[in-house]
């Protein structure tokens, strides 16, 4: 099993819907989180963080945390074709040794 | 905003040569800064922690001696490839992080191509 698991879609939504990207994690004692955006041929462009259980709202995005269930995600509210990218998730496992865990990414696709 | 600059952005040279990566943060003190690489349509996979004033720490299957790291200062990060072969050609990401907390902030990249 992957420390940090992502559909690597793609996941094709049209302009202005919602966007929905999911990460499960296996280190239940990670206590930091992280998504990440990547254009193709750049590097991760940090979105969001959460650290507590919940939803964490900025702009369009909206990160949310359930840490029994081991899972976070990422909506993107009005999606715009600006938002077609890779998505990563990232985790910080136990230990806070400060090292990030990668998930593979999810290919999202905004179709004017 | 926090800003890591990452020098050259890309690589081309032949099977046998040595390549310098420098990484810096530009406004403010980075006591660790971490080493990626990425291959095509894969994600970003850890090699090193680079610690100011003490010797970097690698992730499992990284080479030390082939992948030199120093960081000498508390704004630069270098990452050395010694005799690079084709195997090696991939996207370097470096990062860095403010007394070593979070979040990460990363470098533009440096594509190094091998021939």
């Known amino acids: 099993q992957k420390e940090v698991e992502q559909n690597s879609g793609p996941l094709s939504v049209p302009e202005g819907a919602i966007a929905s990207l999911n990460c499960t994690y296996s280190d239940r004692g990670s206590q930091s989180f992280f998504w990440y955006r990547q254009y193709s041929g750049k590097s991760p462009e940090l979105i969001m963080s959460i650290y507590s259980n919940g939803d964490k709202e900025d702009g369009r995005f909206t990160a949310q945390l359930n840490k029994a269930s081991q899972y976070v995600s990422l909506l993107i509210r009005d999606s715009q074709p600006s938002d077609s990218a890779t998505y990563l998730c990232a985790v910080i496992g136990a230990g806070n040794t400060g090292k990030l865990i990668f998930g593979q990414g999810t290919t999202l696709q905004v179709k004017p | 905003g926090a800003v890591v600059s990452q020098h050259p952005s890309r690589v081309i040279c032949k099977s046998g040569t040595s390549v310098k990566i420098e990484c810096r943060s530009l406004d403010f003190q980075a006591t660790t800064m971490f080493w990626y690489r990425q291959f095509p349509k894969q994600s970003l996979m850890l090699m090193a922690t680079s610690n100011e004033g003490s010797k970097a720490t690698y992730e499992q299957g990284v080479e030390k001696d082939k992948f030199l790291i120093n960081h000498a200062s508390l704004t630069l990060s270098t990452l050395t490839v010694t005799s690079a072969h084709p195997e090696d050609s991939s996207f370097y990401i470096c990062?860095?992080?403010?007394?070593?907390?979070?979040?990460?902030?990363f470098g533009d990249g440096t594509r190094l191509s091998i021939l």
């Open positions: 990062s860095a992080t403010r007394n070593g907390g979070q979040p990460q902030h």
